[in-house]
């Protein structure tokens, strides 16, 4: 079979089905696992390198209201590589492409499938793997990765500790401005003992205000700038100002704000979630369950905010 992705999650899942060698085309951000770098970039970027995210975000704004995007399809790779499936997403179309971008490859022949991944929360997580699984003959594989991921999601459950007042956390999925994590994210925050606010799990990411996160005036906080790694967010950190009225809030007089690797553990709805769940646990509660062993630097106290 020969699949090209259209989303870094579908690369994670399918090469973790152990697909890899059948994976002929990826995305220009799908750096995971460090083998697919060496794969055809279908899926190209055409925002300027090196744009602050006041500026990317409004750049994409104007771009979805008006009906289109940052992202370019290859078709003349496509028709080179004749691939078999295409995987795209339906959730998002300002951070990924759309099912709809790739209709003219839905036209090459022989006649190419598309596997639209709508994952929004953990179950869909699950979901999205084991339809994977089934369109590419790795259904067996899908379904004992899910009795792992659950697995692991349980003892991580049983680690964390007993407690009348759970935390309140806010996860920012971009800092300029300022926007609330949504989809799976609030999720993972209740499954480690938290309760996130602003957002409820399986809602869309949305723009808030800082005088939203002032009368929210979380115990905790965790900047997850979508699409960041953790070296990404630290050095962003250094180049903005926190707003007016940060030093008052209960997560900054606790020294409880901290930078993750949202690329890695919180942006994408693939297997690698399970590992921003061990994030969100080692943080609010101090235990050392972190497991990725290829990235052992996934998060760290924001300083320059504190």
Known sequence: MRIVSMVPSATEIVSALGLLDDLVGVTYECNFPPEVRGKAVIVESMLPQGLPPAEIHRLVSEAYRAGRNYFRVRTDLLAELQPDLIITQGVCSVCAVAPG?????LHLHPPVRNLILRAETIEGIFQDIRQVGAATGRMAEAE???????????????????TPDRPRVLLLEWLDPPMVAGHWAPE????????????EAGRPSRTITWADVEAADPDAIFLVPCGYQLADVLQELLHLRPP??????????????????????????GPRFVHGIEVLIEALWGLQVFS?????TAWALAE???
Do not use: C, I, K
Not at 101 to 105: F, G, K, M, N, Y
Not at 194 to 199: A, F
């Open 292 to 296: 990725d062993v290829s990235n052992p």
């Open 304 to 306: 320059a905010w504190l």
């Open 101 to 105: 971008q790739v209709d003219t490859a």
């Open 144 to 162: 004992a990765w899910v009795d792992r991921l659950r697995a692991r999601l349980e003892a991580l459950r049983g680690q964390v500790p007993p």
């Open 244 to 269: 007016a009225g940060w030093s008052r809030l209960r997560a900054v007089r606790r020294r409880a704000v901290w930078a993750a690797d949202a690329n890695a553990y919180f942006s994408r709805p």
């Open 188 to 199: 993972m925050v209740e499954w480690v003992g938290g309760v996130h606010v602003l957002n």
